[in-house]
T-cell receptor, first 116, second 111 residues
Framework: GAVVSQHPSWVICKSGTSVKIECRSLDFQATTMFWYRQFPKQSLMLMATSNEGSKATYEQGVEKDKFLINHASLTLSTLTVTSAHPEDSSFYIC????????????FGQGTRLTVV | DAKTTQPPSMDCAEGRAANLPCNHSTISGNEYVYWYRQIHSQGPQYIIHGLKNNETNEMASLIITEDRKSSTLILPHATLRDTAVYYCIVRVNTNAGKSTFGDGTTLTVKP
């Protein structure tokens, strides 16, 4: 299957700082990427849909000004957690679908964010 | 996406078949059954999917009942590396990225 890579795999940051997470599709072009969040012992929750060249679509309850998403190319989407707080500590996962028929999604390995 | 029901946990002996059930009684005619798994601290991994016929690939087999209201994922020879949370998702086969993940089944393969 296709490969989606996230960077970094883990990050620790101080409260009040911002953290950027990258999601790259390595061997295919992804017109749409998705960002999920997973708290300990919970399931994945969709945060937003990232569309190449346009604004992201956020799920209800997700603050768009806090979780900035940029999808500037067909292989890269970034999620920036702004003014991070300890409650933002979570496992962030992206997925991508190919441009030709979005019948299958490929997931990145996830990014563990810890805010201290 | 149709709602699915899975047992919260299951154990399986190494080398034996692991049979993971999923109920999806409200599945629509155009919805597929997808299975993913998530090994600890990793992203979900696609396993298999099907519409109404049984499916098999190098990882697993998927058995869907004739009324499509339930299915079973079969790992024929479970190994310790198959210990993971297994998610059964029912959705149309487009808009793949917006999958709704339930709580899944935690499968523990024991030596």
């Amino acid at each position: 299957g296709a490969v989606v890579s996230q960077h970094p795999s883990w990050v620790i940051c101080k409260s009040g700082t911002s953290v950027k997470i990258e999601c790259r599709s390595l061997d295919f072009q992804a017109t749409t990427m998705f960002w999920y969040r997973q708290f300990p012992k919970q399931s994945l929750m969709l945060m937003a849909t990232s569309n190449e060249g346009s604004k992201a679509t956020y799920e209800q309850g997700v603050e768009k000004d806090k979780f900035l998403i940029n999808h500037a190319s067909l292989t890269l989407s970034t999620l920036t957690v702004t003014s991070a707080h300890p409650e933002d500590s979570s496992f962030y996962i992206c997925s991508a679908v190919s441009g030709t028929g979005d019948t299958e999604a490929f997931f990145g390995q996830g990014t563990r964010l810890t805010v201290v | 996406d149709a709602k699915t029901t899975q047992p919260p946990s299951m154990d399986c002996a190494e080398g034996r078949a692991a049979n993971l059930p999923c109920n999806h009684s409200t599945i629509s005619g155009n919805e597929y059954v997808y299975w993913y798994r998530q090994i600890h601290s990793q992203g979900p991994q696609y396993i298999i999917h099907g519409l109404k016929n049984n499916e098999t690939n190098e990882m697993a087999s998927l058995i869907i009942t004739e009324d499509r209201k339930s299915s079973t994922l079969i790992l024929p020879h479970a190994t310790l590396r198959d210990t993971a949370v297994y998610y059964c998702i029912v959705r149309v086969n487009t808009n793949a990225g917006k999958s709704t993940f339930g709580d899944g089944t935690t499968l523990t393969v024991k030596p």
